[in-house]
């Protein structure tokens, strides 16, 4: 049973989870439930996990304040292990703007909206380690028998971000959908680009459910193409050069229908399959959490012993072929600089689709991944 939790952890990433390309994104909201945050599905490996680990206080504000703008806030995440602690602090928060911390706001309820199905299921004493305050004890239990100390702290890691752990302050009180979809409005509503980039992905998701009936023959499941403003959208989110407004703007500009597919520069290169791991190396080149401490690296190594130094080294020992790493690499330089450039020309949404179709089967996808 106890291996079990850290093998059910394998399963979302940014908060916002990245819609999974040739997969359904019912499948990528049940594993929400699971983490805090979402990587990618791998060759060797389909493990996603939370953005939440040990520790918090005042001390690690002031000492992540001086990062970059855009980055200190997840970090601010990384270091909490307690998301309602979280929530309730980001309204004191004045060196982050009103509409930003909305959008923070709305992303911790997000991902917390989860926490009833993240309980359900799991190994009771997983559970009651939780309620007790005993976690550090069950995890030295459930990886004693892994060689590698790597292995260990990666795992024990994975249980700290556990949505059932990290938002355990939200068990009185569930919160629903509808409350997210109101929180992204109102950070929409200030400002907040992020937010407005996320209720359109929510959109398409609502678009693509609502004709899952039908029987004119016709494909189901599938959003309507985007329009020009809705494409201009999702690159002003992106050239505002924060990781996050990456993460959140190239799902919904990825998202592939038999009727309209994301090009890129001159070539109008195809991401393919891998479009997710790309996003994630771009969103590397803006400061995401690459290092050891990125979700994807987290969950291989702690869940199959796959360790890492970094996100690239992981794609490349066990993610990615060669030839596809470079491919990975490449594409996610040649899109950093054209965000760089604010380089409009270099997206093109062409009306056919490409090699990744995405088809949704529930009309709310699974939240953004923070690192």
């Not at 928060?93 to 359900?120: H, N, Q």
């Amino acid at each position: 049973m106890g291996l079990a939790v850290l093998l059910v952890v394998a399963v979302v990433g940014l908060l916002v989870a990245e819609v999974d390309h040739l997969r359904s994104s019912g499948e990528a909201a049940r594993a929400a439930t699971n983490a805090v945050a979402t990587p990618r599905a791998s060759r060797a490996a389909n493990s996603r996990a939370g953005a939440v680990s040990p520790g918090s206080g005042d001390g690690a504000v002031n000492r992540i304040a001086e990062n970059a703008p855009g980055t200190w806030m997840p970090k601010l995440l990384l270091e909490q292990n307690d998301w309602k602690d979280a929530f309730t602090r980001l309204d004191g928060m004045t060196t982050l703007g009103p509409a930003e911390r909305l959008f923070y706001k709305a992303l911790i309820l997000d991902v917390c909206s989860f926490y009833p199905d993240a309980v359900r299921g799991q190994d009771p004493r997983f559970i009651a380690a939780i309620q007790s305050g005993t976690l550090e004890e069950y995890a030295a239990r459930l990886t004693a028998p892994m060689k590698d100390p790597r292995q260990k702290a990666a795992a024990a890691f994975t249980l700290q971000r556990n949505v059932a752990h990290a938002c355990k302050g939200f068990r009185q009180a569930a919160v629903s959908k509808a409350e997210v979809a109101k929180a992204y409005a109102d950070a929409a509503e200030a400002g907040d680009l992020k937010a407005q980039a996320r209720l359109l992905h929510l959109r398409q998701a609502q678009t693509a459910t609502a004709d899952l009936e039908r029987k004119d023959g016709r494909p189901a499941g599938f959003s309507d193409p985007m329009t020009p403003a809705e494409r201009d959208l999702l690159l002003d989110t992106m050239f505002t050069g924060d990781p996050i407004a990456i993460r959140v703007a190239s799902q919904a500009l990825s998202l592939g229908t038999f009727q309209q597919s994301l090009r890129f520069g001159p070539d109008r290169v195809d991401l393919g399959e891998h479009a997710a791991e790309i996003w994630t190396l771009v969103a590397c080149e803006f400061g995401l959490e690459c290092g050891a401490r990125n979700m994807a690296v987290t969950n291989a190594c702690g869940q199959l012993g796959q360790c890492a130094d970094d996100f690239p080294g992981y794609l490349r020992d066990f993610a990615l072929n060669s030839v596809e790493f470079e491919f990975a690499r490449r594409t996610a330089r040649s899109i950093a600089e054209a965000i760089r450039q604010h380089d409009r020309d270099a997206f093109r949404l062409v009306p056919h689709p490409g090699q990744a179709i995405t088809s949704l089967t529930t009309d709310y996808v699974a939240p953004i991944a923070i690192r």
